[in-house]
T-cell receptor
Framework: SQQGEEDPQALSIQEGENATMNCSYK?????LQWYRQNSGRGLVHLIL?????REKHSGRLRVTLDTSKKSSSLLITASRAADTASYFC????????????FGKGITLSVRP | EAQVTQNPRYLITVTGKKLTVTCSQN?????MSWYRQDPGLGLRQIYY???????DKGDVPEGYKVSRKEKRNFPLILESPSPNQTSLYFC???????????FGPGTRLTVL
């Protein structure tokens, strides 16, 4: 069953601007992860935030997690044309199966 | 180079003709999983394996089989493919004690 729901579905920005993508989920999680997928390629892990964390940074990426609202946001600062891709949030409920439950994805276009 | 490989990358077949999509990882990961990606649905888990000879169903296992005879390999078998199995398939792996998953490049399957 789908857990993460990303918002917006598509985002188009100018190079240099910041991109903010949101994800909401329904049930308790152990951690939440963001992945990037370039067109027709495999998914690449970007960043993971655990349920007891509120904010994490990795380079130009900043992710926040609000477990009371069951939501997360991914901020990409100073976007580049190479950031053009689909972005997915994935939740891990923990337990024996390390299953990631993915949202439908956000298509980000960064115009040069 | 640490990677997950899938073969074939592209396959067009006909209804009912058995096929196997191979997945191999060279990172000595215990956990492996198969997902399918369909437009508007995100990624959904088909089967997963916690270790050799240990496999279990994901969210959409109908019409698929898997085996895990060796740690590095996790083939996906479609005994009698049908057009609704036309999709983009991803294999992923991770160590037992890690949360992030490493994805293969994908296999685009078309069943006519």
């Amino acid at each position: 069953s789908q857990q993460g729901e990303e918002d917006p579905q598509a985002l188009s920005i100018q190079e240099g601007e910041n991109a903010t993508m949101n994800c909401s989920y329904k049930t308790s999680i152990n951690n939440l992860q963001w992945y990037r997928q370039n067109s027709g390629r495999g998914l690449v892990h970007l960043i993971l935030i655990r349920s007891n964390e509120r904010e994490k940074h990795s380079g130009r990426l900043r992710v926040t997690l609000d477990t009371s609202k069951k939501s997360s946001s991914l901020l990409i600062t100073a976007s580049r044309a190479a950031d053009t891709a689909s972005y997915f949030c994935a939740t891990d409920a923990g337990g024996a199966n390390s299953k990631l439950t993915f949202g439908k994805g956000i298509t980000l276009s960064v115009r040069p | 180079e640490a990677q997950v490989t899938q073969n074939p990358r592209y396959l067009i077949t006909v209804t009912g003709k058995k096929l196997t999509v191979t997945c191999s990882q060279n990172m000595n990961h215990e956990y492996m999983s198969w997902y399918r990606q369909d437009p508007g649905l995100g990624l959904r888990q088909i089967y997963y394996s916690m270790n050799v000879e240990v496999t279990d169903k994901g969210d959409v296992p109908e019409g698929y089989k898997v085996s895990r005879k060796e740690k590095r390999n996790f083939p996906l078998i479609l005994e009698s493919p049908s057009p609704n199995q036309t999709s983009l398939y991803f294999c992923a792996s991770s160590p037992w004690d890690a949360d992030t998953q490493y994805f293969g490049p994908g296999t685009r399957l078309t069943v006519l």
